[in-house]
């Protein structure tokens, strides 16, 4: 047995960075991660820090990638200053390309319908025509159906396992604890506190926040928060080194730092299917070609699979039980771009015991339809 004020029930980006943010508070904080076999969103998430083009219909959730955007450039210095491993970090702009006249008409159109939705004068996201995107580009040559694109100057990128890693390292440097290869099987209510078990024993706190990916839902219920996930499968691939030739990234395309080029990925609803396809590898080999031309000759070294946490409408959900109070969850597609805003604002309010003002919006009553009468 073992006591902490919180528990954090998967130490993936998600539940990590909102471990790493309570540790930084004093919290003596306890993240507990599960095995190497978990479904890590992380392995397959492209690394983009990007607030553009998402939240239609959920001006909250489009804000929320905005402040935690520029939540970034500081969380990533102190993290790295402090566990002393780069992120890989750049915030230098992304692009989001078109194809043919219709596609840019038809972003132009989506970017106009989320600035009126939140009110912006000045637009955070701008259309680029196809010289536009030649200068942002200088010297690539784009296949003959890119119109253009919209360009974000704000978004950035990182290597999501250096992420995490240095997540995980950090928790342990601010004075919290972090235990791997324990999964988590059940949460109850004991004594006033709450008893997590695991595999190698049973963990006890005043609070719990669950952050296990797609592992939440079941142990979720177990605190009375009946959540709606699922898992969406999206294959990448990535390629041998080649010269820097794309400065930020460019649609489903991005350059590492060593030189190689992620392609992908696809959106798959396919369950927990692990697995690659050749049709999958031809559709983003096409994509990426279309898009570079020069990329036909550039050899693809590995792909590889893994698993989104995905809500109904794609936005978080953050929420406490009502019938267990002290019981948290924090379930996340965009866990990349809202390590930040998880670090700062999730954790400072959990430090309290509660959730903040801000993920009002997200609780997963707003799935709740009631029946005509």
Same mark, same amino acid.
């Given at each position: ?15 990590? /960075?909102?471990?790493? !943010?309570?540790? &930084? +508070? %004093? ?9 190497? *076999?978990?479904? =890590? ?124 890693? /240095?997540?995980?390292? !950090?928790?342990? &440097? +601010? %004075? ?9 099987? *059940?949460?109850? =209510? ?131 039980? &009502? ?11 965009? *866990? ?38």
């Amino acid at each position: 047995m073992s006591g902490h004020p919180v528990i954090v029930v998967g130490a993936g980006v998600v539940g990590a /960075a909102a471990a790493y !943010g309570l540790a &930084r +508070r %004093g919290v003596k904080v306890l993240a507990i991660d599960g095995g190497d *076999g978990d479904y =890590r969103a992380s392995l397959g998430n492209g690394g983009l820090v990007r607030a553009q083009g998402a939240g239609l219909g959920m001006p909250a959730f489009v804000d929320l990638r905005y402040r935690s955007l520029d939540l970034w450039p500081a969380f990533a210095d102190e993290l790295a200053g402090l566990t002393g491993i780069d992120l890989e970090y750049e915030c230098n702009g992304t692009v989001n390309t078109c194809f043919g006249e219709e596609g840019f008409e038809k972003r132009r159109d989506l970017l106009i319908r989320l600035d009126r939705e939140r009110n912006v004068d000045v637009p955070d996201v701008v259309m680029v025509d196809r010289a536009g995107l030649e200068d942002l580009f200088p010297g690539v040559r784009f296949g003959p159906d890119v119109t253009g694109g919209s360009y974000c100057a704000r978004d950035g990128h990182v290597n999501p396992m250096r992420l995490l890693r /240095a997540l995980q390292e !950090g928790i342990k &440097r +601010r %004075g919290g604890t972090l235990v791997s290869g324990r999964p988590v099987h *059940g949460i109850r =209510r004991e004594n006033g506190a709450f008893a997590v078990e695991a595999s190698g024993g049973t963990y006890r706190a005043s609070r719990v926040l669950i952050a296990a990916g797609n592992g939440s839902g079941p142990l979720a219920r177990q605190v009375g928060l009946d959540i709606p996930v699922r898992p969406q499968r999206g294959q990448k691939m990535i390629t041998e080194r080649v010269a820097p030739i794309l400065p930020m990234p460019l649609g489903p395309l991005r350059q590492t730092r060593d030189g190689t080029i992620q392609l992908g990925g696809t959106v798959e609803e396919v369950g927990f299917d692990v697995s690659t396809t050749v049709a999958a590898a031809a559709s983003m080999t096409e994509q990426a070609i279309r898009i570079l031309p020069a990329l036909a000759g550039v050899k693809v070294v590995r792909q590889w699979s893994a698993l989104r946490i995905m809500t109904p409408d794609g936005c978080p959900i953050y929420a406490e039980s &009502r019938t267990h109070p002290g019981a948290f969850v924090a379930v996340c597609h965009a *866990g990349i771009l809202f390590a930040a805003i998880h670090a700062e604002l999730l954790a400072d309010a959990l430090a309290g015991g509660h959730l903040p003002e801000t993920a009002s919006p997200f609780h997963h009553r707003r799935f709740d339809v009631q029946e005509a009468v």
